[in-house]
Structures are given as structure tokens and as C-alpha cells.
């Protein structure tokens, strides 16, 4: 089983600034990698896939970037409707696996 | 618009089965592969099942693999989670999801539906 690592747990910071959220896997997943936002109460959301395409209707803020084992998610500038849990998930491999999640929470 | 309308969950004793389904519109089902993937209360995501847009093929989480089994209805557009044997760990939300294309990108994910596993 691929393991994926997300770093950091917690994501301190205020609207305007950069985010930037690493994901990396036990192995190598080529670029078979995605990124999925979460607000409470709700499901989660696509927005990379496939380590740097972003999914229909995702704002431009919004990169992914990565290949092999090390991955990053970048956010520009926050907005306030960014502040959330941000999930990496692989597909390169049986079974899916999905990271921990990084909590992006208002500084 | 896709749609899909998770339902089925509720309160089971340990031990016990229960169905979910998932009805899906907006989209032409019999062609996506489908998941189920699961999130324990205050927990992260979790894969549980997948089935290819056929059915022809299923893979499952070791975690469930032998009391859970995926199924579609293609003429129905209805996705199905049979859960056997279950456990205290089994308690999650589960959500119904489309894959994008290739099997393991999740596109569209219902609102879930919790099941949830106690005496």
C-alpha cells in the first residue's frame, strides 16, 4: 500500500497570503496524483488532478505541482473561503489511498 | 448537473448488514467507474470500494475486503455499498463517488450518508 505524508498538519495563515501544502508518497505514483478541498459539513471538493490540471470551475489560485514522490499544492493568495482541510489522494496504485490532510486555519 | 443521492445508512448492531445505494443522474453512469469512500467522525478519507464502469471489475480496501461488496445497476443508474459483518470501525459517513475518466480521480461525490455501528 502506497503511504501518502501530508505536511504540515496545520497551515497557520492569513487572507492574502501563500499557501503551500506537501504531500509525499512511499513510493512512486508518477504524476497519478490529485488534491481534494474539505469545509466542515460537506463533502469533499476536486481540484488537482493528475499532479498539476485543475478541475473544471477551480480557480486559477489554485497549483499543483510534483512528479514521482513529492508533491505541493499552492495557493496563491487565500481567500476566505480557502480556509480548510486539503487532501491528497493517489491513483497510481490498488488500493487509493488518500494523506492524512493538512487544515488550513485562519491565522 | 450530475447528482448523486446517497441513501441506506443508519444504526446497526455489530454484527449486522446493511445496503447503501446511490442514485445517479446528470450523467451517462454506465460508462464511469464508481467508488464508495468512507470518513470516520472527526477522521480523514478513506477508500473502500471501486467498480469499473461495466462491473466487470471491483477492488476493494483490505479493511473491508470479504464483508463488503460494490455493485451497479446499469439499467437503473444505481450504485450499491453490501456491508456484512459489521464493526465499531466501520462507522463513517460514506459518500458515492464518480471517477473522472480514469478509475481513482474522483470528480463528483454525493453528500454521504452515515452509518453508523453500535449495540
Known amino acids: 500500500e502506497i503511504v501518502l505524508t501530508q505536511s504540515p498538519a496545520t497551515l497557520s495563515l492569513s487572507p492574502g497570503e501563500r499557501a503551500t501544502l506537501s504531500c509525499r508518497a512511499s513510493?512512486?505514483?508518477?504524476?497519478?496524483l490529485g488534491w481534494y478541498q474539505q469545509k466542515p459539513g460537506q463533502a469533499p471538493r476536486l481540484l488537482i488532478y493528475?499532479?498539476?490540471n485543475r478541475a473544471t470551475g477551480i480557480p486559477a489560485r489554485f497549483s499543483g505541482s510534483g512528479s514521482g514522490t513529492d508533491f505541493t499544492l499552492t495557493i496563491s493568495s487565500l481567500e476566505p473561503e480557502d480556509f480548510a482541510v486539503y487532501y491528497c489522494?493517489?491513483?497510481?496504485?490498488?488500493?487509493?489511498?488518500f494523506g492524512g490532510g493538512t487544515k488550513v486555519e485562519i491565522k | 448537473e450530475v447528482q448523486l443521492l446517497e441513501s441506506g445508512g443508519g444504526l446497526v448492531q455489530p454484527g449486522g448488514s446493511l445496503r447503501l445505494s446511490c442514485a445517479a443522474s446528470?450523467?451517462?453512469?454506465?460508462?464511469?467507474?464508481m467508488s464508495w469512500v468512507r470518513q470516520a467522525p472527526g477522521k480523514g478519507l478513506e477508500w473502500v470500494s471501486a467498480?469499473?464502469?461495466?462491473?466487470?471489475?471491483?477492488y476493494d480496501a483490505d479493511s473491508v475486503k470479504g464483508r463488503f461488496t460494490i455493485s451497479r445497476d446499469n439499467s437503473k443508474n444505481t450504485l450499491y455499498l453490501q456491508m456484512n459483518s459489521l464493526r465499531a470501525a466501520d462507522t463513517a459517513v460514506y459518500y458515492c463517488?464518480?471517477?473522472?475518466?480514469?478509475?481513482?480521480?474522483?470528480?463528483?461525490w454525493g453528500q454521504g450518508t452515515l452509518v453508523t455501528v453500535s449495540s
Open positions: 463517488v464518480k471517477s473522472k475518466g480514469a478509475a481513482g480521480t474522483f470528480d463528483y
Open positions: 446528470g450523467f451517462t453512469f454506465s460508462s464511469y467507474a
Open positions: 467498480i469499473s464502469a461495466t462491473g466487470g471489475s471491483t
Open positions: 513510493q512512486s505514483v508518477s504524476s497519478s
Open positions: 493528475d499532479a498539476s
Open positions: 489522494q493517489q491513483r497510481s496504485n490498488w488500493p487509493l489511498t
